[in-house]
């Protein structure tokens, strides 16, 4: 699994000429790295002199905060992986034999069922990713101040791993025999990426005001 090798492993894995792991496992990869730094503030945060001074409504925000971060972290790393194997999945169906009337049938079937699972992955990374905006925010504007600067930055790896998504949900899409489901999935990322822009911003400013 890519999850198991080492940081330098994976690096070289991507930068050779294999075709997978590519964009989709690193945008995966990058979204969990984006949702770790918002929960380092959060764990820097936490139990801190100035943490006391928050009234019991804010400090249960925070600890909400935190456990969102840590769900989305168990969530997103296993899309490292998924998003290889849906490949495979793809490359394994377009080898299938079409010979026969029989054959070509049961490849494109096939071939239709392996783009539908790589078009959810970036999907389900989309959607997770749009969970972790909030308690980036909350943290930015209550988490430990020499810490802010690393809520900025995971708010720009959020928001990259959702824009990366959105990339890789097209890609896929244009080979789906469901046009319908196609434009969906790619109108939904684009939703997304409206909808979080300005709180990445307000993260942005949040963040830098704080510092």
Request: net charge negative; glycine share 4%.
């Amino acid at each position: 699994m890519l999850v198991n090798e080492t940081l330098e492993e994976y690096v070289k894995d991507v930068s050779s000429s294999k075709p997978a792991p590519g964009g989709g496992s690193v945008s995966a990869l990058v979204a969990s790295l984006g949702v770790a730094l918002s929960s380092m503030v959060y764990n820097l945060t936490i139990g801190r002199k100035f943490y006391d001074e928050y009234d019991s409504d804010i400090k249960d925000e925070i600890e909400s905060g935190l456990k969102i971060c840590e769900r989305l972290i168990s969530e997103l790393m296993p899309l490292v992986d998924e998003d290889k194997n849906a490949y495979e999945d793809v490359i394994k169906a377009i080898k299938m034999p079409k010979n026969t009337d029989e054959e070509k049938a049961l490849r494109s079937q096939k071939l239709d069922e392996a783009y539908f699972k790589a078009i959810n992955v970036p999907l389900k990374l989309a959607r997770l990713l749009s969970e972790g905006f909030a308690p980036t925010l909350l943290i930015a504007q209550y988490g430990n101040p020499n810490a802010i600067s690393d809520a900025a930055v995971g708010a720009l790896l959020l928001f990259a791993g959702l824009q990366s998504a959105a990339i890789n949900v097209r890609v896929n899409a244009k080979f789906l025999k469901d046009k319908s489901l196609a434009d969906s999935a790619i109108e939904e990322c684009e939703s997304l990426i409206k909808k979080y822009e300005p709180i990445k911003d307000e993260i942005l400013n949040t963040s830098i005001k704080n510092l």
